[in-house]
């Protein structure tokens, strides 16, 4: 059971618009930024998203996100294909990286 | 080309212990924080540990405390965990991880891992 939830499965068909949430607390979310963390089936997780709404170089700016209060959010524009993976929020609280369950994302 | 190759993982019975170890090369892991990340098979990522860039700073995941020790040596470029007392729920792919001071959840570099299996 994590301290960052998210929803186990999410889905879109392409060219469509989804969102993944991350809900937490004041003690993580509510005090520290939120990372997000793709992984493609059979590899090493890649950072998508930096200090709530940062995009690493080589990121498409179709990925984004956002934080408000305790809740984070990833939203993917223009589904593709390739983006069929799990997606992983988390948070750094200063001592522990604190990670979300993970979210399943279909491409239909 | 910037890498992290973990290793020293493999089959090991209930009780035992095994040390990973990352080799970082084409960059210095000096200017990093390290972790170690893991995830059992068919499971989420869990964080097991950090160290700060001089090894100042050590955390460790409760799950893991006084039964894993991580340490580097930034001479050598590399990362290691000392695994004793493992169990079947240690069994898990793991992950070497580096991320700028500052930003502890900005893992900018993983290694591919190196699967870690606990059973008789």
């Known amino acids: 059971q994590s301290v960052l939830t998210q929803p186990p499965s999410a889905s879109g068909t392409p060219g469509q618009r989804v969102t993944i949430s991350c809900s937490g607390s004041?003690?993580?979310?509510?005090?520290?930024?939120v990372n997000w963390y793709q992984q493609l089936p059979g590899t090493a997780p890649k950072l998508l998203i930096y200090?709530?709404?940062q995009w690493p170089s080589g990121v498409p700016d179709r990925f984004s996100g956002s934080k408000s209060g305790t809740s984070a959010s990833l939203a993917i524009s223009g589904l593709q294909s390739e983006d069929e993976a799990d997606y992983y929020c988390?948070?750094?609280?200063?001592?522990?990286?604190?990670f979300g369950g993970g979210t399943k994302l279909t491409v239909l | 080309e910037i890498q992290l190759v973990e290793s020293g993982g493999g089959l090991v019975q209930p009780g035992g212990s095994l040390r990973l170890s990352c080799a970082a090369s084409?960059?210095?892991?000096?200017?990093?924080?390290m972790n170690w990340v893991r995830q059992a098979p068919g499971k989420g990522l869990e964080w097991v540990s950090y160290?700060?860039?001089?090894?100042?700073?050590?955390y460790y995941a409760d799950s893991v405390k006084g039964r894993f020790t991580i340490s580097r040596d930034n001479a050598k470029n590399s990362l290691y965990l000392q695994m004793n007392s493992l169990t079947a729920e240690d069994t898990a792919v793991y992950y070497c991880?580096?991320?700028?001071?500052?930003?502890?959840?900005?893992?900018?570099?993983w290694g591919q891992g190196t699967l870690v299996t606990v059973s008789s």
């Open positions: 991880a580096s991320a700028p001071p500052g930003n502890g959840g900005k893992i900018d570099y």
């Open positions: 084409g960059f210095s892991i000096s200017s990093y924080s």
């Open positions: 160290i700060s860039r001089r090894s100042t700073t050590i």
């Open positions: 004041s003690s993580n979310i509510g005090s520290y930024t």
């Open positions: 200090s709530n709404n």
């Open positions: 988390a948070v750094w609280d200063d001592s522990s990286l604190v």
